[in-house]
């Protein structure tokens, strides 16, 4: 008898017939006795088409209209799954985010969950229903409906799950968990069974789209056991096997002497690489650099500042390229006269490859691994950053690929572990 929540994405919602097969699993584990409440995603296609209405009318519409609107996806979704539930025999209830409430701040197309209250949604599981909650929105303190930000269902899903003390929140979703790398790239990436919190931080955070990043630090923050699973299998396939499948997320960093070293290789396209030269080497020149660069809301990931030379030196970070030209603008305006540096130079063809892996705090070697691998290949490295569990490097973008395949073999990752 566990609590357990369900995460069902877009494209698992994507018609009448895969609601059809959603409530069909989601009856086999009511079935089986446990208490469940369910997260689905607007219908795939569903939130673009919204916005896309809003932008017809203004290019910039106002944000909490636009989230008035966004938000209708999920309610769609949420209604639909009641009926199919109901339809198969299961008694089962719907709510938006503001009637639980799940309560954000006011930061409407971004808000940040503040607290769930479950009252509401624990009598209606002792009362024996199933509970299907809507992603992806909230309700700020002066009742104006919010939404998390794109993707945010995951996060709506894992937060339900702490807040409930829920036993595990499955993410059911099109893939069928968590590898090594994109298998487009390297078709013989393999799925990994488990991996820690800390690596699929990094492993989301450096564009495996699996899973938005704000619902792995929940599950991190909160201890969510929390599963990444396949939506496409048959709905009857046995509760046992289905428990046992897709990808978990731990917390224990149960270290056998056959873990991997490396858990992956993730990797981020379409960055772009900005340089300021001749910066003159005094204190607070990072500031004035990157300070109006934040403010005009540019995210910035990499950041190297080179030993001065005659009192001068080079100042290199990496954006979005996306962000790029904004990122220019601003330093073209009025930081560069107001510094006294010399040219601007930027790069837009640039791209990110990470190694991650727990493993790396007990093994020394994996950076000159990886740096062997890409001079091998020919591949120049142009800028480095470390953490504790993870190399990146910025290479050229068109070598990307390259470097996926080449690091994948380097490290072994096609051999099943154990
Ligand atoms: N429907 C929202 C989106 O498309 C939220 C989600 O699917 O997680 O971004
Ligand atoms: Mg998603």
């Not at 584990?29 to 469940?36: F, I, N, V």
């Not at 056991?225 to 149960?254: K, Q």
């Not at 660069?293 to 190297?304: G, K, S």
Request: with cysteine; proline share 4%.
């Amino acid at each position: 008898m566990a609590l357990i929540v369900h995460k069902y994405g877009g494209t698992s919602m994507g018609s009448v017939e895969r609601i059809r097969n959603v409530a069909q699993r989601v009856a086999k584990w009511h079935r089986a006795g446990h208490r469940l409440v369910v997260v689905p995603s607007a219908m795939s296609g569903e939130t673009n088409r919204l916005i896309g209405l809003a932008r017809e009318l203004q290019a910039q519409p106002d944000p909490r209209e636009l989230d008035m609107i966004a938000s209708t996806g999920e309610q769609v979704s949420v209604g639909l799954l009641a009926i199919a539930l109901k339809a198969i025999g299961v008694d089962a209830v719907s709510y938006a985010g503001w009637q639980v409430p799940i309560r954000t701040d006011d930061a409407f197309t971004k808000a940040r969950i503040a607290s769930i209250d479950d009252a509401r949604v624990r009598a209606d599981l002792e009362a024996g229903r199933v509970v299907i909650v809507t992603g992806f929105q909230g309700v700020d303190p002066a009742g104006h409906i919010t939404t998390l930000g794109r993707g945010g269902s995951d996060t709506s899903a894992v937060a339900v799950a702490a807040a409930m003390g829920a036993e595990e929140c499955l993410i059911y979703t099109d893939v069928d968990g968590v590898y090594t790398t994109d298998p487009r790239i390297v078709p013989e990436a393999r799925r990994l069974a488990r991996i820690t919190f800390e690596e699929m931080l990094e492993m989301a955070s450096l564009g495996s789209k699996v899973l938005q990043i704000r619902s792995v630090e929940f599950a991190g923050k909160y201890k969510v056991r929390t599963r990444v699973l396949s939506s496409l299998t048959p709905p009857d396939i046995p509760l046992a096997e289905e428990m046992a499948s897709g990808t978990l997320i731990t917390f224990e960093e149960a270290q056998t002497m056959e873990q991997a070293v490396i858990s992956g290789i993730a990797f981020a396209r379409d960055e772009a690489k900005i340089t300021v030269m001749n910066v003159p080497d005094r204190p607070g020149v990072a500031y004035q650099i990157l300070g109006p660069v934040a403010e005009a809301n540019v995210d910035v990931d990499m950041i190297i500042q080179n030993q001065s030379v005659n009192g001068m030196t080079d100042f290199s970070f990496t954006v979005s390229r996306a962000e790029y030209q904004k990122a220019l603008d601003v330093l073209g305006g009025s930081v560069r006269p107001k510094l006294g540096a010399g040219d601007i130079v930027g790069d837009p063809k640039i791209a990110k490859v990470s190694v991650v892996g727990i493993g790396m705090r007990s093994h020394v070697g994996i950076a000159s691994r990886m740096f062997r691998t890409l001079s091998e290949e020919g591949i120049n490295i142009q800028m480095i950053s470390t953490s504790e569990i993870k190399i990146s490097v910025v290479i050229e973008d068109k070598y990307l690929e390259l470097a996926v395949r080449a690091l994948h073999k380097a490290f072994d990752l096609e051999q099943p572990v154990g």
